[in-house]
């Protein structure tokens, strides 16, 4: 990364979708490791003590019906693969951040075709489960990271292939 004064707006942006996606990575990570944690009837309980009073007053109210439809589907299966899943794509993303900070360059392509699968997934998802606002909001987010990742590999490889071409060879060195 280059210094700070010389930056764009662009290597800007993408400082800040790069903190982003590590603090959701970090997130991600913490999730997992609690679904991994609890009971789906533990979690079931907690979601219908919260919810009931709230229904009590509307019995229709739109957010509460559907929280409580949600937990009451919970099955230990489907906590086991969520879990399995944010904790694979938070790690997975993690590492691939920390090695964009190190400097190296593969990283860059890492990034863009790990978010590239999983924003994939996610549509997938999207088409046969319908559409979700969370979902769609972190799919629209991985873009981003795509399309901001990619300007700055290009740079970042143009730079290189430069300074590349103007450094002496080794032999030149010798010579």
Do not use: C
């Not at 694979?88 to 978010?115: C, D, F, N, Q």
Request: charged share 20%.
């Amino acid at each position: 990364m280059r210094h700070l004064a010389t930056r764009t707006a662009t290597d800007k942006a993408f400082a800040i979708a790069l903190v982003l996606k590590a603090i959701d990575a970090l997130g991600e990570i913490a999730g997992s490791l609690w679904l991994l944690l609890i009971d789906p009837r533990w979690l079931q309980g907690r979601v219908a003590a919260l919810v009931v009073p709230e229904l009590r007053e509307d019995p229709h109210d739109f957010v509460a019906t559907h929280i409580l439809r949600w937990a009451t589907h919970l099955k230990q299966h489907a906590v086991l693969f969520a879990a399995i899943y944010m904790l694979s794509h938070g790690v997975a993303k993690l590492v691939v951040l920390m090695e964009i900070v190190r400097g190296r360059l593969w990283a860059y392509p890492g990034l863009i075709a790990l978010t590239a699968l999983f924003a994939a997934y996610q549509l997938y998802h999207m088409t046969v489960a319908g559409l979700s606002a969370g979902y769609l909001a972190v799919t629209l987010f991985d873009l981003l990271i795509i399309g901001l990742t990619t300007v700055e590999y290009l740079k970042l490889r143009s730079h290189h292939r430069r300074v590349r071409r103007t450094s002496p060879t080794r032999n030149d060195r010798l010579g």
